[in-house]
């Protein structure tokens, strides 16, 4: 019993603060504060720091072992005599490391550590949910490419190093580039920012930190505030957050609708804080898919009264959700993108092309738009106008901006007979514009009446059927079809004059346009 109790200690939770739940009495000299931070005992601090630097430099040795194979192979360690005083040497420190870790877990005060771990934080587990396979929800594939066999066999053969490499490529340091979020060290360096902000949520806005088990065995760390009893009417609906790939529900978007009123839920991607796995498309499908489940059967709220908002790469989960559950209230995508293939190709080198476009639509293909076409509902997208991120040339032109492609594509599908050459013309020349007098200019240089665009599209809808795509403006004039175009790009979009990473304010978290 008390050698499970250890083991307990040594691989159980890391205690940083302690939250007092608004029915706990508070304790003695911590009048008027809903928590406090953990004080560890002089040896648990310090075997905690020997242990912190030992994962720093095994980060710091892992990301530049390449680097350090070839150093050490040109120089001739590599060879037995070389190497067995070496592995002597690493032995000895995992020995030594292992005693640290043992003394780290006598000096734990397990009560205090499970008592925090199991009130501060619940489980749940995904229920049975018709749209999982064995790998788990499904994903939009690339459309392959038609061969003979004889071809097939043939090109499989001659893609075989190619395949190879792509794996190689996207399990090691590209998918830490897609998501660096999910890098230790950085995750190291933001935990004070990270802990504050965990606080915060629970202790001013009695946040609830929940963990879900997704189908893929991830466990998806949550933090979910509760404005039903509030009496707004904002409160009464959630907006499920999907952060970027450096963002934390701790300090990232979720903020932006909490400050408006909402109900929020936020939630982590795999790999980053406290969630476990490692962020492939397929892993954040499978996350976003228990979130969703887990809004629905243990929070109580319906589809209808669920939005979806999403920064930057966060872009992928949300499409991938409103797709799979189409009765989903309305999107918001912020700073987000149609297509990933384009902003990898700006980072590789030229000579790379026929690689990087193998590893990503084989390993990490987020399709955005071909997702979001999917869907039939309310859409909002916000752009920002420097984003240095999204864009393909650089912030300063806004027309190499991914956001515009997004844009683009949608009203394309949506409305196939208004967005003809000379509409796609017009709203090209909308989207060049970089501040709000430009916009205006060209709005009015077409003489959009808004009223009448508004008039247009209603009484298409009360005659026809609702499905998009539609074909309002097949028997229209050009002038019309370019009024019409104009319109809808700007009931679609907003823009926000600022850079990618910069907070979205309340202010500008508005909901989708509705006819």
């Known amino acids: 019993m008390a050698g499970s109790m250890w083991l307990r200690c040594i691989l159980g939770p890391h205690l940083q603060r302690i939250h007092r739940s608004p029915d706990q009495s508070r304790p003695e000299g911590r009048a008027g504060r809903r928590g406090w931070s953990y004080q560890p005992r002089s040896l648990e601090k310090h075997t905690d720091s020997i242990i912190g630097w030992a994962s720093a430099l095994w ?9 350090l194979l070839c150093y050490l192979y040109r120089k001739g360690y590599i060879c037995s005599s070389k190497l067995v005083p070496v592995s002597q040497y690493l032995g000895t420190v995992l020995v030594c490391l292992l005693g640290v870790a043992c003394l780290r877990g006598k000096a734990t005060d397990l009560f205090t550590v499970t008592a925090y771990f199991f009130l501060s934080v619940s489980f749940w587990t995904e229920v049975s949910n018709p749209k999982l396979s064995k790998a788990g929800v499904s994903l939009l594939k690339p459309e392959p490419k038609l061969r003979g066999a004889a071809d097939s066999v043939l090109h499989s053969v001659r893609t075989l190093p190619c395949h190879i490499i792509s794996f190689l490529i996207a399990h090691s340091f590209g998918r830490r580039m897609l998501y660096p979020g999910s890098v230790g060290l950085l995750q ?34 949550t933090m979910f505030v509760d404005r039903r009893r509030d009496g707004g009417q904002t409160g009464q609906t959630l907006v499920i957050c999907c952060e970027g790939n450096a963002g934390f529900y701790e300090v990232g978007c979720m903020n932006t609708p909490l400050e408006g009123g909402y109900s929020v839920l936020g939630w982590n991607h ?34 209808t009264e669920i939005v979806v908002y999403a920064w930057s790469i966060g872009g992928f989960t949300a499409s991938w959700a409103v797709m799979s559950y189409p009765e989903i209230q309305s999107l918001v995508l912020d700073a987000s993108f149609d297509d990933l293939l384009p902003l ?28 979001l076409l999917k869907y039939q509902g309310p859409v909002l997208l916000i752009r920002r106008t420097r984003d240095e991120i999204i864009t393909t040339t650089g912030p300063e032109d806004v027309m190499s901006n991914r956001g515009n492609d997004l844009l683009l594509k949608l009203l394309q599908f949506r409305y196939p007979k208004i967005m003809t050459d000379e509409g796609v013309r017009a709203v090209r020349q909308w989207l060049g514009c970089s501040n709000p007098l430009e916009e205006a200019s060209v709005y009015s240089g077409y003489e959009v009446d808004d009223d009448w665009c508004v008039s247009v599209l ?58």
Request: with cysteine.
């Open 188 to 221: 190291k360096a933001m935990r004070p920012m990270l802990l504050q902000g965990q606080a915060r949520l629970i202790e001013e806005f009695d946040g609830q930190r929940n963990k879900l088990v997704a189908c893929d065995g991830n466990e998806i760390d």
């Open 344 to 371: 990898a190709l700006k980072v590789m080198p030229d000579s790379w092309r026929p690689l990087v476009q193998h590893t990503v639509r084989q390993y990490m293909n987020l399709n955005n738009a071909k997702q």
């Open 59 to 67: 980060s710091l040795s892992y990301y530049s072992s390449p680097l």
């Open 270 to 303: 795999p790999g980053f804080g406290g969630s476990t796995g490692v962020p492939f498309p397929q892993n954040e499908a499978n996350a976003m898919d228990v979130v969703i489940q887990f809004a629905m059967h243990k929070l109580g709220f319906q589809l």
């Open 458 to 515: 209603q009484s298409y809808q009360a005659d026809r059927d609702v499905l998009f795509p539609w074909s309002v403006g097949e028997d229209m004039t050009l002038e019309g079809r370019r009024q019409l175009a104009l319109f809808l790009a700007r009931k679609y979009m907003r823009n926000f004059e600022t850079t990618h990473c910069t907070p979205l304010p309340a202010s500008e978290f508005h909901s989708p346009w509705r006819l």
